[in-house]
């Protein structure tokens, strides 16, 4: 099954019998990727009475209970809410779902103070040749499936400069995925100023943008054009889980 999108005059396809997703598995327990000291996604069976919602318990049907933190148990999709005063919802400012999508891979720099931190100029080099898209995705290098597992907690994970994240704004970039925890340091005092400077909060919000961290995107997939589909649940909140879907476009001559 073919579609087909535009993109500054160029038309391209996508296969979407061809899905690459690169969202990391929400499993209960410590072997799994976790962040910012929030506890591991648990599920219990439901019981009440004689019932319980566990086959292998004996119930009838599997039935649990799922306790989760979205901004620490995986892969998630967050909006404005997440530093807004305003009751901002992922589930009111993601309205869309599909868009052309542009991966680059990056290093961060080390500075003398031991940060790994993705600066403007970085972005710059990496971003003017390409065309601009409305969601862009980082993938971080080195690059391992250790990603799927690691704990950031504590680590001080790399992050993006806030004049970075002023760059990709200034390029139209709507949705901004990475594999990081964070688009800002793990302990900054409270400042996210790259969270700020993404969203343009408090000034005029950018209700419609989102940010989606801790993905993991396997070295066999190339830096390029993609279609993203990105999917949540429809969570009343500021975040949700979400299962962000790649599909490699092909420039039609």
């Known amino acids: ?46 019981v009440a009475g004689d019932f319980v919602g566990s086959t292998q318990q004996g119930g009838p049907v599997n039935f649990l209970t799922v306790r ?47 940060d790994r931190v993705i600066y403007k100029a970085q972005l710059e080099a990496l971003l003017e040749e390409h065309p601009t898209t409305p969601a862009l995705l980082l993938r971080t290098l080195p690059n391992d499936d250790f990603k799927m597992t690691t704990n950031y907690s504590g680590a001080n994970p790399p992050y993006l400069h806030h004049e970075a994240i002023s760059y990709l704004v ?27 400077a993404f969203w343009n909060y408090p000034q005029q919000p950018r209700t419609h943008c989102t940010i989606t961290e801790l993905v993991y995107v396997n070295n066999s997939i190339r830096d390029g054009l993609y279609l993203l589909n990105l999917q949540i649940a429809s969570f009343e909140i500021d975040a949700s889980p979400s299962k962000p879907v790649l599909y490699p476009l092909e420039l039609i001559p």
Do not use: W
Not at 181 to 193: A, T, W
């Open 1 to 46: 099954m073919q579609t087909t999108l535009q993109l500054h005059g160029l038309t391209y396809t996508a296969d979407l019998q061809q899905p690459v997703d690169i969202a990391i598995p929400l499993k209960a327990g410590l072997e799994t990727v976790n962040c910012f000291y929030a506890p591991p996604m648990e599920h219990n069976p439901v």
């Open 170 to 196: 200034e390029r139209q970039v709507e949705h901004l995925l990475l594999d990081l925890p964070s688009v800002d340091r793990e302990v900054d005092g409270g400042q996210l100023l790259g969270h700020h």
């Open 68 to 114: 989760l933190t979205p901004h620490g148990n995986g892969t998630h999709t967050e909006c404005v809410g997440h530093i807004a005063k305003e009751p901002y919802t992922i589930n009111q400012c993601l309205q869309q779902f599909h868009f052309p999508v542009l991966l680059v891979s990056v290093f961060p720099t080390k500075t003398e103070n031991g």
